[in-house]
DNA sequence: GCGAGCCTCCC
DNA sequence: CATGGGAGGCTCGCA
């Protein structure tokens, strides 16, 4: 080529751009790799292979039928940066490539490709992926730059950001008229005629969106640094805390939009704001997709809007004290950027869940004002008494450190730290056996000891199952079981707790409405939703505080009335209707004994199968098999429901609960095709138990609260509350409780199923006694 | 520092 | 062969 003749990389070898000329798309990558030059094709290496999946995944056209090409004709020495000179000598002849072509939309791969391009070399691809873009020298067509998949390669994480954006591209170039998210602006209110000016722009607004950032996470303990408000496209008012007043929030008629707003309302109403939350872009997207970790605003935005990663950007400059090490400027530009975010996405988002009734349903009666119900209940927290816990946590450590005294007497003259390397493979191995890794006990166990588990199962589990599967046979097994129990129950539930208790002596656990597939809450820092049962005395730790006492309602086999009322099982019906023992009956038809039978009810419930039964009941699958057969045959139209729920999925149907919950199947493969059968079974059973006991507990919340009673935990189907020490007032209660509870299920579902209810009271929550409605009776 | 894999607690 | 929904602690390998 004549135009490498001056070229400082002319000695370099080359290869020409794709012969594909009749296409109305181009990708300009940046120069050709080792492959390519002895394949002399553009984009054939493991690259190339990514990029191919990309495309292929957002339904743009093949390699083959795009225009192709480099920044790049030659591939220049590794290591070196690319030459600029180089890059403009070749961006002449990539120009006129291009305009030969006339493509409408060109992706440019890289900073490479977009600099030469765009002919300006100081962009950064990081902070322009996903932006459209125009070139000074092809007016008309569309650029959109993203991340070089060979650098994804080198960064895997990054694969989510290149395959949103290459989304965005597929769209654009399906013509979809693509808002463009343009270039937010800001102004800081630092006076108090500033306030009044901003205070006379809100009182025109409907709507508003808003955001805060935070020194932390922690609405207790940790500060609030700035918070910006968005009344327009690219308009956002940005105010320092002390600059927060009251009466911004108290603007009549105006709807605050947040994203997550639960965690934003928690530390501005700590500080006596009233602020509101009206809406949630978290919750919408949540809603409209129930799929977890997918709904955050930096991917929202992008997809939405096609807005560049811009977390991406602050993140290198927040150190390990997060936001508070931000310069004014960047905390400014990122508050005000969230928050015209968060008020465009909006629209769309909103619109979508409103063009549906029951996702509409769901929106309005179940996540707004579920958040809010929420936020309360974790504001109350749970008492916990700490010298009971200082005093388990000593207890504990003495007795982990007896147990791994008696665990390294045994395996320490075993243990071969040089042998466990050349037997596992394993890059390294401390001198002394570490009984908390699974790996060494494996080796120790089926290597050393050569043990051989009761039973069919193979495998080298070292999990409960299999340790009681080699019980006897080793000194060092019941060491290992009682290890574990002891270490977990020391490090999850005691220390795990500890770490969490707020000055108030609580802990306020954090929880999420968009935590699960099916809608049921979930709980963390700390999980309040997977404390010990089994133990109780760990759970003794959470308790009422003086004056107080601990009060527990919840739905019993609230799984299985949900089957009956939904598959119409008439016997299934009856039974429940009528008050008889459902396990009683169930261990006649199966000839099984009470506490199988117990087992198998739940376990339908939980969509639990027969190799799971077989395990837990330590019988072969074909008997297990014939427990689930007798069960439906009991039952019938509760399997023919379960059918038709796998129906569902092979035919690609959305399953709907009655609260508005919907579930996809997605992508079906003959590898996940009886795992998402399962689940759909399951589905609506589990998530309408958890949405009756979520109503009913909003529901009483008011009633409660006039008793002096505050709800404190949700479990699924069962509601924890901190009651005044009273018989009066807990027999008031329980009465609210009773009434709301019974009525939700009728109301919500139609249903004439009873849902019956169980309480139990205490001054410890592992503690509690059972009690009926009428246990205080009347004086 | 982060993700994967293992294990164990809950409904 | 595996097989409902979560959180989280630990080890290990990789960057």
């Not at 192709?68 to 600029?84: E, G, I, S």
């Not at 290198?316 to 960047?330: I, M, N, Q, T």
């Not at 999420?512 to 005395?537: C, D, F, I, M, Y």
């Amino acid at each position: 080529m004549d135009i490498c003749v001056n070229c400082v990389y002319n000695r370099y070898p080359k290869i020409p751009p794709s012969t594909t000329f009749n296409t109305d798309i181009a990708i300009v990558g940046e120069a050709p790799g080792s492959e390519e030059i002895a394949r002399k094709i553009p984009f054939v290496g493991p690259a190339g292979q990514l990029l191919n999946k990309a495309l292929k995944t957002v339904q743009l056209p093949d390699r083959e039928e795009m225009f192709v090409t480099n920044a790049l004709l030659c591939r220049p020495p590794q290591q070196k940066p690319k030459l600029k000179q180089a890059i403009r000598q070749c961006q002449k002849r990539l120009i006129g490539e291009l305009e030969l072509v006339k493509p409408r939309l060109i992706i440019a791969l890289g900073n490479i490709a977009m600099h030469s391009l765009m002919d300006d070399f100081d962009l950064k691809i990081s902070k322009e992926q996903g932006r459209i873009m125009e070139s000074p020298f092809l007016p008309g067509t569309k650029i959109i730059p993203m991340l070089h998949p060979a650098a994804v390669l080198r960064a895997p994480g990054d694969y989510k950001l290149l395959f949103g954006t290459m989304q965005y591209a597929a769209k654009v170039y399906a013509g979809a008229d693509i808002p463009d998210p343009g270039k937010v602006q800001w102004e800081v209110v630092e006076t108090e005629q500033d306030f009044q000016r901003m205070m006379n722009v809100l009182s025109t607004k409907k709507k508003v969106a808003a955001d805060i950032e935070t020194t932390g996470l922690n609405p207790r303990r940790d500060d609030i640094l700035v918070v910006g408000v968005a009344y327009d496209k690219n308009k956002v008012f940005v105010l320092r805390p002390d600059m927060l007043r009251r009466e911004m929030f108290e603007i009549p008629g105006l709807e605050w939009i947040w994203h997550n707003g639960k965690f934003d309302i928690q530390f501005l109403r700590r500080r006596g704001l009233p602020a509101m939350g009206h809406h949630d872009t978290m919750l919408l997207s949540y809603c409209l997709n129930e799929h977890t970790g997918i709904h955050d605003l930096g991917q929202l935005s992008t997809r939405i809007l096609g807005a560049p990663p811009y977390k991406h950007k602050v993140k290198s400059k927040v150190g390990k004290k997060g936001f508070a090490e931000l310069p004014e400027p960047d905390l400014f530009e990122r508050v005000a950027e969230d928050a015209d975010y968060t008020l465009q996405i909006f629209d769309t988002l909103h619109e979508k869940v409103c063009a549906n009734e029951q996702l509409k349903r769901l929106y309005n009666r179940i996540m707004i004002p579920g958040s809010a119900f929420l936020r309360r209940v974790q504001r109350n927290g749970i008492y916990v008494n700490q010298d009971l816990l200082q005093e388990y946590k000593r207890e504990y450590q003495q007795h982990l450190s007896e147990i791994l005294d008696r665990i390294l007497d045994i395996a320490q003259p075993l243990w071969d730290p040089e042998k466990y390397k050349r037997d596992t493979g394993a890059k390294s191995a401390p001198e002394v056996f570490n009984p908390g890794s699974t790996y060494q006990l494996a080796w120790l166990l089926y290597d050393v000891l050569r043990l051989k588990p009761r039973g069919r199962k193979k495998g080298r589990s070292t999990d409960a199952e299999m340790l009681s599967k080699m019980e006897g046979m080793h000194p060092i097994i019941d060491e290992m079981l009682e290890y574990r129990s002891v270490a977990k129950e020391l490090s999850t539930y005691i220390e795990g707790v500890e770490k969490h208790i707020a000055d108030d002596g609580r802990v306020h656990t954090t929880f999420k409405l968009h935590g699960t597939v099916t809608g049921r809450l979930s709980s963390a820092e700390p999980n309040v939703q997977n404390q010990p049962k089994r133990k109780p005395k760990v759970r003794n730790i959470f308790q009422a505080p003086p004056g107080k006492r601990l009060l527990e309602v919840d739905y019993k086999g609230a799984e299985l009335r949900v089957l009956a009322h939904i598959s119409g099982d008439p016997d299934l019906r009856t039974c429940f209707i009528e008050g008889r023992d459902l396990h009683a009956e169930v261990a006649e038809a199966l000839q099984a004994p009470r506490i199988r039978a117990k087992a198998v009810n739940f376990g339908i419930a939980y969509g639990r199968t027969e190799y799971s039964f077989a395990e837990e009941f330590g019988v072969s699958v074909e008997e297990a098999r014939q427990y689930l057969y007798d069960w439906f045959a009991r039952f019938p139209k509760a399997k023919e429901y379960m059918d038709g729920c796998a129906r569902a999925v092979v035919e690609g149907r959305t399953l709907v609960t009655p609260f508005g919950r919907h579930r996809r199947f997605g992508l079906i493969t003959s590898e996940n095709l009886s795992e998402l059968q399962n689940e759909s079974k399951n589905f609506v059973i589990q998530s309408v138990a958890s949405d009756l006991t979520l109503m009913s507990a909003m529901r009483a919340e008011k009633p409660l609260r006039d008793l002096g009673v505050k709800i404190i935990n949700l479990v699924h189907d069962s509601i924890l509350l901190e009651c005044p020490d009273d018989d009066g007032v807990t027999r008031e209660a329980m009465h609210v409780l009773d009434d709301i509870m019974s009525k939700v299920p009728k109301e919500e579902l139609g249903t004439d199923v009873p849902f019956g209810i169980d309480f139990g009271v205490g001054y410890q929550w592992g503690n509690l006694e059972e009690v009926e409605v009428d246990s205080y009776a009347t004086q």
